[in-house]
């Protein structure tokens, strides 16, 4: 593996210099194995392998110089340095006064109050290259693999109710996680060489190819669904500012810096996962993730059109539901797809004095009008821009209807028109019910944020831990609550007209 390699040349340089030392000349192998050594040494001196801070000691409150990136949000902003939304509003009279997100570039002025141990300010990719968004239209994922010498083109595994092979695994991968199918292949050979190699690994001796030794996740494909998951909980835990420090797998504490942006803190967050000390930085810097990228696909830090706009806001959105009879909000803000971040969805469920697994005949709707992009077994994604592609524009995801009631592919549908009965379908479910989320180009929008979901002017809030919060609309508060009770129920034709 690459990362092993570059850490084994110091061992291969000394062992070198102790046969020389027996020898009159350096054969014409081992110079080049001196050579090849010296040229990765060089590559591993310029990463300094600290975790020590890299910036001053600021004094309190002193004021720093920040460029916004795409994406950013004055909450986010006031996490990472460890400030206040108020203080940094008193220092930037441009701010207008209700923000969503911020204009990518815009300069700013930041309060900071120091934090010990900052990690690394090296930046290792931009953002819009994380998501499964626009920069990644135009890159056929399954052609690519079929492409490599290596051995992954013919590895096969059973997800989706299906085996798939090769890139058809990634597909499926970064079609529900919406991760950039690059960022999922060049982790797979820096850290297997799996598109270069023809030999594949075995796996009854080597189950956990990435490094997460765990038994829920054996083989390589299982080994890449936890990495998707880990990607966009580390992503959008700093995109929300959740996500303040993290540990390495030796317990090493990392607090990112200030002026990190979410896809290096993604890659960050992963590697710390499986990876720690020379590893780690190596990984995290320009020897590793970032070199195996530029080999695959072109230089990194090539243009990006910013993903996320400034001032970006959600169109008008109805509840989920017909309106004559009251559905229960039985889910609040929890995971768009996998578990933990981002918290992009919020569930409904149709009356059932029975509760559990119950067939309804009553429909879920489409929250705006849009075009069935893509249907799955119970999944649709409703794209809002027209053109069929999920990976531009407003795109609302639905989750757990029954596969049959699902409109075909190319389908418009007007808002209010019926996109399917909700069911137990697709995964795990203690009841009936109705998943929804939203993504812009291809990122999640966490349900409680900057940009709220809003159905009806029911603004969803969240609760203590995920699955648990409100949806609030002028006075009234609903409560999440899965046993459906009254708390939770909304009318939506009632509530759409009161004042």
Known sequence: MKYSRILQAGHILLMIAVLSACAPQVDNQQKELAETSEAELTLQAEVELTLQPTRPVYQPGELVEYTVQTGDTLDALAAHFNTTVDEIRKENNVLPETTSTLPPGLPLKIPIYYQALWGSSYQIMPDCLFPNGPAQSDFDVIQFVED?????????????????????????????????PRVLLAIIEYQTDALSTPVPIDEEENPYPLGFEDDLHVGLYNQLLLAANLLNNGYYGWRTGNLGEFELANGTLIVPDPWQNAATIALQYYYGFVLDGEAFQIATHGPGFVQTYNDLFGEVWTACEAHIPGSLSQPAFILPFEDDKPWAYTGGPHTGWGLGEPFAAIDFAPPNTEGGCKPTDLYATALADGVIARKGIATAALDLDGDGNEQTGWVVFYLHLATDSIPPVGTYLQQGDRIGLPSCEGGRSTGTHVHIARKYNGEWIPADSALPFN?????????????????????????ASV????TSQIHREIEKNSP
């Open 148 to 180: 490599q010498p290596g051995w992954f083109k013919n590895y096969t595994a059973y997800t989706g109710s299906k085996t798939r092979q090769g890139g058809e695994l990634i597909d499926y991968l970064v079609t529900n996680f919406s991760v950039s």
């Open 455 to 479: 159905l009806d002017g029911w603004v969803a809030i969240n609760g203590n831990k995920d699955y648990q919060g409100f949806l609030k609309r002028f006075g009234t508060t609903i409560t």
């Open 483 to 486: 046993s459906g009770d009254v």
